[in-house]
């Protein structure tokens, strides 16, 4: 018998919900401070899923208006919020950008230097709207999700 395995879309909600009673500022440090060795298993993409999704959540709690994924082809990252001011937060480690990058990608399908559309979640009963948009200049990509007003 084998196990069906969500899709990514599916998954990044499955981790909304189940982390939406958490404080995803604490799990974030957690993420940014343990990097793919805070999963037992070493799951990159599991891994990768659970930051966008603390993201997101963390986004929603600050009522921010954005948050944005950076990274440089040196190594170095950034997780920045825009919320009642601008301020970044620690920043996992390249490896697991470069996989929260190619996540969100395939669940978007979006390519490209310069790229965005909505995407929709659903988390419990409700449904919530993002923007999902990508943008590479130079030397660096930044991965930015839009929230809505709640």
Known sequence: MSL?????HQR?????????GTDPREELDRLSSFGITSDS???????????????ILYGLRESASLVELWRDPSGQTRLEVQATGNYR???PGARLVDKAFKVMRAITYLEGDKA???????????SLSLEVGFEKSGDWEALRIRLPRV
């Open 4 to 8: 069906e395995k969500h899709s990514l």
């Open 12 to 20: 990044l909600q499955e981790y909304c919900h189940c982390y939406s």
């Open 41 to 55: 298993l070493g799951d990159t993409e599991e891994v990768a899923i659970k930051l966008l999704g603390l993201m």
């Open 89 to 91: 937060l620690p920043a």
């Open 116 to 126: 965005s559309e909505p995407l929709s979640l659903g988390l419990g009963g409700d």
